[in-house]
C-alpha cells in the first residue's frame, strides 16, 4: 500500500492550510484519493506539486499557468527528475526574464529612494501627464519591449 497523507498531515508538511489544498485540488492541480468514508488521502508526492505551486505563485505565476505546467507531467506515476528537469526547461525564458525585471525593479528603485527625482530623464517611474497610457496599463518603461519599439516617453529625455 502507498504511503498516503490526509488533508491535515499535507497541510503541516507543505505549510498550506487544507482550504488552499482543497481548492487546488478543485482546480485540477493536485490529486486525492477517497476513503470509503469519503476523506481525502494524497500520495507523499502530492507534497512536491504543492512546494512548485507555492514558489510559482511567490514569483508571480497563475494558477493556470502552474495548471498548464502540471498537465505535462505524468499522472500514472510519480514524475522523475527529467520530468521535472523538462517542466523546468520550459520555464526557463519565463523565469529569466522576470528575474531580469526584478533585478531591473531593484537597481531602478535604489535610485529612487531618497532621491526628490533630481534624474526624471533617466527615471523609468516617470510618466509626466501619463502619455504612455496607450500603451497600456503599468509601469510601462520598466516592461520588456521590441527593440524597434519606441515610446512618446522617449521624446521627454
Known amino acids: 500500500m502507498q504511503d498516503l497523507l490526509t488533508i491535515g498531515e499535507l497541510s503541516v508538511r507543505s505549510g498550506v492550510a487544507p482550504s488552499a489544498l482543497r481548492y487546488y485540488e478543485r482546480l485540477g492541480l493536485i490529486r486525492a484519493d477517497r476513503t470509503g468514508g469519503n476523506q481525502r488521502r494524497y500520495a507523499r508526492a502530492e507534497l512536491r ?8 505563485q511567490q514569483v508571480g505565476v497563475s494558477l493556470d499557468e502552474i495548471r498548464a505546467a502540471l498537465e505535462s507531467l505524468p499522472e500514472a506515476r510519480t514524475p522523475s ?47 509626466p501627464g501619463d502619455a504612455l497610457a496607450g500603451e497600456g496599463p503599468g509601469a ?14 522617449d521624446s521627454l529625455a
Open 49 to 56: 506539486r504543492v512546494a512548485f505551486i507555492r514558489i510559482s
Open 81 to 127: 527528475p527529467q520530468d521535472w528537469a523538462r517542466l523546468s526547461a520550459s520555464w526557463r525564458g519565463r523565469l529569466d526574464e522576470k528575474i531580469r525585471l526584478l533585478t531591473n525593479l531593484r537597481d531602478d528603485l535604489d535610485g529612487c529612494i531618497g532621491c526628490g527625482c533630481l534624474s526624471l530623464q533617466r527615471c523609468t517611474l516617470n510618466n
Open 140 to 153: 510601462r518603461l520598466m516592461l520588456p519591449r521590441a527593440p524597434e519599439e519606441s515610446t512618446p516617453a
